[in-house]
């Protein structure tokens, strides 16, 4: 393990003790667990949710029910393992009956979510549903704006539907699906954002480059 990822592992712990006893609002009354997130710290592609709901207080993990069945298998249908991409969310903890998260809730929890950028460092970030669009686009509207990419702080953002959009609604299941067929390519644009200027050759192995794939 190099010396650089052993850093992030020990700064990531720190975080996620933090999270885990975390009392910055009322949600830490209602919990069993909170859920900081999941996935490699060098990941190239996150996923940021709404919320934990029922499986993911119990679990302590995110997306572990049937919206995240979904998502793992809208990962798959992007050609990529669940295991190789990061999944957070907006609210660490479970909002009581899975209301919809409040103001001062997004705002107690927001630096969590900034820490988390800072130390995975996404080349795609992909918003699911409205609460995570809401932090880079707090007007727009889903049904206007899903799958398309725009390019932020350098790296690309794609809101998508929520998963659980679609099992409430089934006619969006296909459109969730072709969205996220979209990822691929978007991922190859992301890394060419990165590509230094005049085309430095990218010293990672053609293994690690391809990591996603697998
Ligand atoms: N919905 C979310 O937004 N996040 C989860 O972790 C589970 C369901």
Same mark, same amino acid.
């Given at each position: ?14 975080? #996620? ?6 009392? =910055? ?5 209602? $919990? ?7 996935? @490699? ?14 499986? /993911?207080?119990?679990? !302590? $993990? ?19 393992? $669940?295991?190789?991409? #990061? ?15 409040? @103001? ?6 927001? !630096? #969590?979510? /900034?820490?988390?950028? =800072? ?21 727009? =509207?889903?049904?206007?704006?899903? !799958? ?6 350098? =790296? ?6 929520? @998963? ?5 609604? !089934? ?34 192995? @053609? ?8």
């Amino acid at each position: 393990m190099s010396l650089a990822s052993t850093e992030a592992g020990t700064v990531a712990s720190e975080l #996620y003790g933090r999270i885990r006893s975390c009392t =910055r609002c009322l949600l830490a009354k209602s $919990r069993t667990h909170s859920v900081p997130g999941e996935g @490699p710290l060098d990941a190239e592609v996150m996923f940021i949710g709404e919320a934990p709901g029922m499986n /993911e207080d119990r679990e !302590g $993990r995110p997306f572990v029910g049937a919206a995240g069945k979904f998502l793992t298998e809208l990962i798959e249908a992007a050609g990529w393992q $669940r295991d190789a991409v #990061y999944i957070t969310n907006v609210l660490k903890c479970r909002p009581p009956g899975n209301r919809d998260p409040l @103001p001062n809730e997004i705002e107690a929890c927001n !630096g #969590y979510i /900034e820490e988390q950028l =800072r130390l995975i460092d996404p080349l795609l970030l992909v918003s699911l549903g409205r609460y995570s669009m809401a932090r880079y686009f707090p007007n727009a =509207r889903i049904s206007k704006v899903h !799958g398309q990419h725009r390019e932020i702080e350098g =790296r690309l953002f794609v809101p998508m539907y929520h @998963p659980a959009a679609a099992l409430h609604q !089934g006619s969006l299941r296909q459109t969730i699906i072709e969205d996220f067929k979209k990822l691929p390519a978007l991922l190859e644009q992301a890394r060419a954002l990165r590509q230094p200027v005049g085309g430095e050759p990218d010293e990672r192995s @053609p293994a690690e480059q391809m990591r996603l794939f697998d």
